[in-house]
């Protein structure tokens, strides 16, 4: 007996349709809208560099695809609306959104995992109390309000329509805090609670709401913390973070493919307010 394959054939299919990807030009996200250009998905690139953003679309159009570039700072209300305006005017309002702008930078980090009496005597700084707020907050801002205000701009037409996804990016360090990274982990931790909070209050109206998880994935804005910068080898904290991925490696964007995928297309209908952990097993080993 031959098993029906055509039936399941469409449950992935996501051509023809239209996605706005935020942060495209980087690495985790332009590959993200690489796969969906080419997955016939007419992709809207918009990055916070113009230059970045037209050459990732330039890579879709090569490639096959339909894709247009827009230069965007997501934490800017009157550009978002503007570009809201033009996708809507070439494509029509999006089917898909994918929250990817965000990151790390050491305004928002510690100098040291732990906070001891010889740092606060000597004045050797490094610790919570030497955070500057303007650091913590552009950090928060960017991966907190860098996703709640693109979704402000891009979902209503989704809503309006009564269908639609939208796979925001949080972190392992929304699960259990980084050492270091508070800024960063408590930013993610809002997008995680803000994905559920949003998943039920669009649930009536058909757009789904989800959220990645990744783990460590090398990219330009986590350098500084895990390659030493003389030896250009691992630091201390890198090869903790490889001993605690059960897998043994660091992430690379297209292992974050096959979930974006799914959680796009109807084959996961039923599936709001989720956060899915792509770590390479990290959240789930202990000792």
């Given at each position: 007996?031959?098993?029906?394959?055509k039936?399941y054939?469409?449950m992935?299919?996501?051509?023809?349709?239209?996605?706005?990807?935020?942060?495209?030009?980087?690495?985790?996200?332009?590959?993200m809208a690489?796969?969906?250009?080419?997955?016939?998905v007419?992709v809207?690139?918009?990055?916070?560099?113009?230059e970045?953003?037209?050459e990732?679309?330039a890579?879709?159009?090569?490639?096959?695809?339909?894709?247009?570039?827009?230069a965007?700072?997501?934490?800017?209300?009157?550009e978002?609306?503007?570009?809201?305006?033009?996708?809507?005017?070439?494509?029509?309002a999006?089917?898909?959104?994918?929250?990817?702008?965000?990151?790390?930078?050491?305004?928002?980090t510690?100098?040291e995992?732990?906070?001891?009496?010889?740092m606060?005597r000597d004045?050797?700084?490094?610790?919570?109390f030497?955070?500057?707020?303007?650091?913590?907050?552009?950090?928060?801002?960017?991966?907190?309000?860098?996703?709640?205000?693109?979704?402000?701009?891009?979902?209503?037409?989704?809503v309006?329509?009564?269908k639609?996804?939208?796979?925001?990016?949080?972190?392992?360090?929304?699960?259990?805090?980084?050492?270091k990274t508070?800024?960063?982990?408590?930013?993610?931790?809002a997008?995680?609670?803000f994905?559920?909070?949003?998943?039920?209050?669009?649930?009536?109206?058909?757009?789904?709401?989800?959220?990645?998880?990744?783990?460590?994935?090398?990219?330009?804005?986590?350098?500084?913390?895990?390659?030493?910068r003389?030896?250009?080898?691992?630091?201390?904290?890198?090869?903790?973070?490889?001993?605690?991925?059960?897998?043994?490696?660091?992430g690379?964007p297209?292992?974050?493919?096959?979930?974006l995928v799914?959680?796009?297309?109807d084959?996961?209908?039923?599936?709001t307010?989720s956060?899915i952990?792509i770590?390479?097993?990290?959240?789930s080993?202990?000792?």
């Amino acid at each position: 007996m031959s098993f029906p394959t055509k039936r399941y054939a469409g449950m992935f299919d996501l051509s023809g349709r239209t996605a706005v990807v935020t942060g495209g030009g980087g690495a985790l996200c332009g590959t993200m809208a690489q796969c969906l250009g080419e997955l016939g998905v007419k992709v809207a690139v918009l990055d916070l560099r113009l230059e970045k953003a037209e050459e990732r679309a330039a890579s879709i159009r090569n490639a096959g695809g339909e894709a247009g570039a827009f230069a965007c700072d997501v934490l800017d209300e009157k550009e978002l609306g503007a570009c809201a305006g033009s996708i809507a005017g070439m494509w029509g309002a999006p089917d898909f959104l994918v929250n990817g702008a965000g990151g790390n930078a050491p305004g928002g980090t510690t100098a040291e995992e732990f906070l001891e009496r010889e740092m606060l005597r000597d004045d050797k700084g490094g610790g919570f109390f030497d955070l500057g707020l303007e650091g913590f907050s552009k950090v928060f801002d960017l991966n907190f309000l860098g996703t709640v205000l693109p979704t402000k701009a891009f979902s209503r037409g989704m809503v309006e329509r009564g269908k639609g996804s939208i796979v925001n990016m949080s972190s392992m360090s929304a699960i259990t805090p980084l050492t270091k990274t508070s800024a960063y982990s408590s930013a993610k931790a809002a997008v995680t609670n803000f994905t559920r909070w949003l998943a039920v209050h669009f649930s009536h109206l058909g757009v789904r709401v989800n959220a990645l998880a990744p783990g460590f994935f090398m990219t330009e804005q986590l350098r500084f913390m895990y390659v030493d910068r003389e030896t250009g080898g691992p630091t201390p904290r890198a090869k903790k973070v490889l001993a605690h991925t059960p897998m043994g490696r660091y992430g690379e964007p297209q292992d974050l493919l096959g979930a974006l995928v799914w959680l796009l297309s109807d084959s996961s209908s039923f599936v709001t307010g989720s956060v899915i952990p792509i770590d390479g097993g990290f959240s789930s080993y202990t000792i």
